[in-house]
């Protein structure tokens, strides 16, 4: 089952060994574990329903509480405290789209907003209810989970909005077929979610990014409904599909997607490269993603993520032997971790390759061939459940992430690291910080910071120390000339710093969208823009 105040299903568990332990302990010290408010506690914390009995509305208390958070840090902190705050009155899992137009009058006559559910993956607030005395209504899209349409000679695949990212690659493996967007949230976010939120995929340097590959759909709006034929390219004004990406659910309810699908690669290989320090290590990563060659992925990792990658890897003798194997050719400490996956026909697969490792060996590169890429790939949907073994020691962690152009990129690396490791200066505290390009573009790329940080006595002062390093490295990336998101869009957490991004006229033009589809303003209040 799945958990209700963690990540993912209650079965799988993510242990460390004594040995990742103690290197927690020394960067961080000993964790401090602290009381949990009971599944019990919780539930008698949710107040009565303000919403009247419909037979599309579920007012269960235990459903309500499930549909109340995502899976940001704050919300791992209200749910683990008890301290929600705000619930929906109701939650609805519409199974048509009639099903979804009757819950959009109903809302507009009962003044009630709606949000709308996804997979609940959001990770700056984009599902959490608003405290307001209006009604809220959660629509969770699971039952509109169907392959509508499959046009392989277009290469066109049309799914029902709350398909989840398994079901949706096992419909099109069954015809030979991929989408290739695979989020680390994979195993429960959903397509309309992915499309909503502008998400980006681990192999997107092959596949692209959602916007690449969302050919059209259906969004049934409060003022009607929205069709978006799907077209290799048209010139006929501005895209809409454009108005739907990204829009966090403020202009209605995505009820159908059309995407762009590939037929399954015929070779994947996943290879890994270490550097001997930062800098030849973002050299290599920018020539390789300069000659555009045709690759799935590369992930390159700072020295601080690669020890801590090796430290928490477990398999102690494996990584010994790798160690002792980098340490004959020169690399120690300071090294950096490249992960290459390309995707394709065998001969493909070898000129990449090829041309990859060569540009890589040119900076120093050492390939250790394909065993350490594979473990990867194979346990990277793994990953999240670390979260939930690190809050059981006593640890926080989160994550933020930015794009920039490739000349500000180390600049704002280590503005970003700065930031979060001066935030807690005052409180005595000390934080983990390590970082990654994961979606790498001719121009520029991605970065990803993670932060740990001891849980203090009170969830309180928790959420203050994670508000502190928020502020702080969210100011660093305006700073240092980076998007306010990358990947997991703007939500609630990331509202207050867009008008430095969008500007004024921005701002006013995204408002005045939202009117234009939603003009009694009652999806999703709060999100993406204020008004």
């Not at 690190?390 to 794009?403: H, I, K, N, Q």
């Not at 203050?464 to 609630?492: C, D, F, N, Y």
Request: charged share 20%; glycine share 10%; hydrophobic share 40%.
């Amino acid at each position: 089952m799945r958990r209700w105040n963690g990540w993912g299903d209650d079965a799988i568990t993510y242990p460390l060994s004594a040995a990742a332990g103690r290197y927690l302990e020394t960067r961080l010290g000993p964790g401090r574990p602290g009381p949990d408010a009971t599944l019990a506690e919780t539930l008698a914390t949710v107040p009565p329903s303000r919403l009247r009995d419909h037979s599309l509305i579920s007012t269960d208390p235990l459903i309500r509480l499930r549909h109340a958070r995502g899976q940001s840090l704050p919300d791992w902190i209200a749910l683990h405290s008890g301290r929600i705050g705000a619930f929906p009155d109701g939650v609805a899992c519409p199974a048509s789209a009639d099903e979804v137009r009757q819950l959009l009058r109903l809302a507009r006559t009962l003044g009630a907003c709606i949000i709308p559910y996804g997979g609940g993956t959001s990770v700056v607030g984009h599902i959490n209810p608003p405290a307001t005395d209006r009604p809220v209504l959660t629509v969770n899209m699971e039952r509109l989970n169907h392959l509508l349409a499959l046009d392989e000679t277009s290469g066109l695949a049309t799914f029902g909005a709350g398909i989840s990212g398994p079901a949706l690659e096992a419909h099109l493996a069954d015809h030979g077929f991929t989408l290739g967007h695979f989020p680390q949230s994979f195993e429960y976010s959903t397509l309309g979610g992915w499309i909503a939120t502008r998400s980006s995929g681990q192999q997107s340097l092959g596949y692209g990014r959602i916007e690449r590959l969302f050919a059209g759909g259906v969004l049934e709006t409060p003022t009607g409904t929205l069709r978006l034929a799907s077209v290799p390219a048209s010139a006929a004004g501005p895209d809409l599909r454009e108005l739907v990406l990204g829009s966090e659910g403020r202009l209605g309810l995505l009820i159908e997607a059309t995407v762009r699908v590939t037929p399954l690669p015929r070779r994947e290989e996943y290879r890994a490269v270490f550097f001997p320090a930062w800098e030849p290590a973002l050299a290599a990563a920018r020539a390789i993603a300069q000659a555009r060659l045709p690759l799935a992925m590369l992930r390159l990792s700072t020295p601080a993520e690669t020890e801590t990658t090796l430290a928490l890897a477990g398999r102690e003798p494996l990584i010994g032997l790798l160690e002792q194997l980098l340490a004959l050719r020169g690399l120690r400490g300071a090294k950096c971790l490249l992960l290459i996956g390309i995707a394709g026909r065998d001969r493909g697969v070898r000129f990449a390759r090829h041309e990859t490792l060569s540009i890589a060996a040119s900076y120093g590169g050492v390939h250790v061939g394909e065993t350490f890429g594979r473990e990867w790939h194979k346990t990277r949907f793994r990953t999240p459940y670390l979260r939930n073994t690190l809050w059981e020691m006593g640890y926080a962690v989160d994550t933020l992430e930015t794009a920039a152009d490739w000349s500000r990129v180390p600049a704002l690396v280590a503005a970003i690291e700065a930031a979060l490791t001066q935030a807690l200066a005052e409180t005595g505290e000390r934080v983990h910080i390590f970082t990654h390009l994961s979606h790498l573009y001719p121009a520029g790329s991605s970065i990803y910071t993670t932060y740990l940080f001891r849980l203090a006595a009170d969830p309180d002062e928790t959420l203050a120390r994670w508000q502190t390093m928020k502020a702080a490295a969210s100011q660093a990336i305006l700073a240092g000339g980076g998007t306010i998101s990358h990947q997991h869009g703007v939500g609630a957490d990331h509202l207050p710093y867009l008008a430095e991004e969008k500007g004024a006229a921005g701002l006013a033009v995204l408002a005045a969208l939202c009117r234009a589809c939603d003009p009694d303003g009652i999806m999703n209040p709060g999100k993406l823009v204020a008004a």
